[in-house]
Each structure stands twice: as structure tokens, then as C-alpha cells.
């Protein structure tokens, strides 16, 4: 898998993330414990598409 097809991997993911999140903010029945682990994952996935694209070996 080349580093431009893995970044837009995790961008679908982080959005996907963003999507739930919003999604499970709406509900009021939401487990607080599920949000937070939704969120550690998006911050996560997030923090990898940052170190991705400073990468020198980027092209």
C-alpha cells in the first residue's frame, strides 16, 4: 500500500470516527466509556495522518 492510498485510508476512517461520534453525541443512551474510546481512536488515527504527511519520504 503506497503512503497517498494509506492517507486516504485513515482520512475515511477519521471521518467515519467524526460520523459515529456525532452520531452517539445525539443519543442520550450513549455509553460514555464507548464515546471516549471512539474519540482515543479518532485523535489516534488523526495523529497518524500527521506524522504521515511530515514524513520526508513522502512523495
Given at each position: 500500500m503506497s503512503i497517498?492510498?494509506?492517507l486516504e485510508e485513515l482520512q475515511r476512517k477519521?471521518?467515519?470516527?467524526?460520523?459515529?461520534?456525532?452520531?452517539?453525541l445525539?443519543?442520550?443512551s450513549t455509553d460514555d466509556l464507548e464515546l471516549v474510546r471512539l474519540k482515543?481512536?479518532?485523535?489516534a488515527i488523526k495523529d497518524e495522518i500527521s506524522?504521515?504527511?511530515?514524513?520526508?519520504t513522502r512523495h
Open positions: 497517498a492510498s494509506h477519521h471521518g467515519d470516527l467524526e460520523r459515529e461520534i456525532n452520531e452517539a445525539n443519543h442520550p482515543r481512536r479518532k485523535l506524522r504521515l504527511q511530515a514524513s520526508p
